[in-house]
């Protein structure tokens, strides 16, 4: 079922059935936009071009690039310079939430976690109670 929503684009009220986040004008907006950019890439010229030079040549946003990549209509593998931006860090990545660095970081952290976390419970385990003697003084 379709909810009401505004368009995050232009304001106006529209249908969000959740295929398209923006209203039916604007999505013809992008699509024409999307048209230029795709024309302009196809330049064997141009395949190499950064983000920078696509938005300056084209008038296109880049946040609007950073979405067609992340949707896979521009494919980086074909575009080497095109990605949009870590949700981490802000670095440029082509899959996924994270940069490689990232995820890495996060990968060692999550090592160092369970091997404490193992460390802890091998200590728990064999703590089988400590028993001290009473110590008179004489």
């Not at 795709?38 to 983000?51: H, S, V």
Request: with cysteine.
């Amino acid at each position: 079922m379709a909810e009401l929503k505004n368009c995050p684009t232009c304001g106006d009220f529209f249908n969000y059935t959740g295929i398209r986040e923006v209203c039916a004008k604007c999505a013809r907006g992008e699509e024409e936009m999307y048209e230029e950019v795709y024309r302009f890439l196809r330049r064997r010229e141009n395949r190499a071009a950064t983000i920078e030079r696509i938005v300056e040549v084209t008038g296109v946003t880049e946040t609007l690039l950073h979405k067609w990549v992340r949707k896979g209509r521009l494919q980086p593998a074909l575009f080497p310079n095109l990605g949009y931006p870590c949700d981490n860090c802000g670095k440029l990545t082509t899959q996924g939430k994270l940069c490689i660095s990232c995820t890495d970081d996060l990968k060692s952290g999550l090592r160092q976690f369970e091997a404490a976390q193992e460390f802890r419970e091998a200590v728990t385990k064999s703590d089988t109670g400590t028993y001290l003697a009473d110590r008179k003084k004489k």
